[in-house]
C-alpha cells in the first residue's frame, strides 16, 4: 500500500460494493441456469453444468452427476465455480474436486442476495 493512501476512503468502499453486489449477481444468475438445467434432467444421471462464479462473461463448463449437484446445492450460500475461478474477497472454498471447487459466499451483502434469490425450501 502506498503511503498516506487511505483504504477506508467512502469511495473505495463504495467501489467494494458494488462489485460484490455484481459478483454475486453473476452467480445467482449462474445458480438459475443450473437449476434449470437440473430440472430439464431429471431422469439423467448426469449433467453439464455452467460455472457459478462472479466472473462476467464466464461460459465454463463441468459436468457433474445430479448427486453431486445436490450436494453443491446443500446450502443457499454455496455455488460450484471452476477452478481457478474463485474470488477470494468474496468467498471461501469449501470444498476442492478435481474438476470443480465449491465457494460459500463471506461477504453479509453477498449471502443476503444469495440467501433472497435462493427457491429452494430451507435455503
Known amino acids: 500500500m502506498r503511503e498516506g493512501v487511505n483504504d477506508d476512503r467512502p469511495e473505495r468502499k463504495s467501489e467494494e460494493r458494488r462489485f460484490v453486489a455484481r459478483a454475486a449477481s453473476a452467480e445467482i444468475n449462474?445458480?438459475?441456469?443450473?437449476?434449470?438445467?437440473?430440472?430439464?434432467?431429471?431422469?439423467?444421471?448426469?449433467?453439464?453444468?455452467?460455472?457459478?462464479?462472479?466472473?462476467?462473461?464466464?461460459t465454463e463448463t463441468?459436468?457433474?452427476?445430479?448427486?453431486?449437484?445436490?450436494?453443491?446445492?446443500?446450502?443457499?450460500?454455496?455455488?460450484?465455480?471452476?477452478?481457478?475461478?474463485?474470488?477470494?474477497?468474496?468467498?471461501?472454498?469449501?470444498e476442492r474436486h478435481d474438476r470443480y471447487l465449491v465457494v460459500a459466499k463471506r461477504d453479509g451483502q453477498a449471502v443476503a442476495m444469495a440467501a433472497v434469490t435462493d427457491d429452494r425450501d430451507g435455503g
Do not use: K, M
Not at 459436468?63 to 446445492?73: K, S
Open 30 to 58: 449462474g445458480r438459475r441456469v443450473n437449476e434449470a438445467i437440473e430440472r430439464g434432467t431429471e431422469s439423467a444421471r448426469e449433467a453439464v453444468f455452467v460455472c457459478e462464479c462472479g466472473n462476467l462473461g464466464c
Open 62 to 94: 463441468v459436468e457433474l452427476t445430479i448427486a453431486e449437484y445436490e450436494l453443491v446445492r446443500s446450502s443457499f450460500d454455496r455455488f460450484l465455480v471452476i477452478p481457478g475461478h474463485e474470488i477470494e474477497s468474496v468467498e471461501d472454498v469449501v
